[in-house]
Nanobody
Framework: QVQLVESGGGLVQAGGSLRLSCVAS????????LGWYRQAPGKQREWTAT???????SYADSVKGRFTISRDNAKNTVYLQMNSLNPEDTAVYYC?????????WGKGTLVTVSS
């Protein structure tokens, strides 16, 4: 089992920044994939960003150039730096841990961007 706890969400004005964190605990292996999904009100959950254990990153087109994902393996933590936020980024952000075909989810943190 892997437990994931997100933090860092909140209310921010358009154009502002937030940094999300997600701490993983439990049966964590060094080779895994960490990342973020988000779910806006009334919409399906959508993939946002991923970082592999080797440090390779990928982003959804909607956040590319504005969001940066990173990880600290020593702290079992994944981060999502979000800049130039706009109201369309309003969503619950969920981190995930993927290893061996098994995915674990955090409970999410709410990000609200006001116009």
């Amino acid at each position: 089992q892997v437990q994931l706890v997100e933090s860092g969400g909140g209310l921010v004005q358009a154009g502002g920044s937030l940094r999300l964190s997600c701490v993983a605990s439990g049966s964590i292996f060094s080779i895994n994939v960490l990342g973020w999904y988000r779910q806006a009100p009334g919409k399906q959950r959508e993939w946002t960003a991923t970082v592999t254990s080797g440090g390779s990153t990928s982003y959804a087109d909607s956040v590319k150039g504005r969001f940066t994902i990173s990880r600290d393996n020593a702290k079992n933590t994944v981060y999502l730096q979000m800049n130039s936020l706009n109201p369309e980024d309003t969503a619950v952000y969920y981190c995930y841990h993927l290893m061996g075909g098994i995915i674990y989810w955090g409970k999410g943190t709410l990000v609200t961007v006001s116009s």
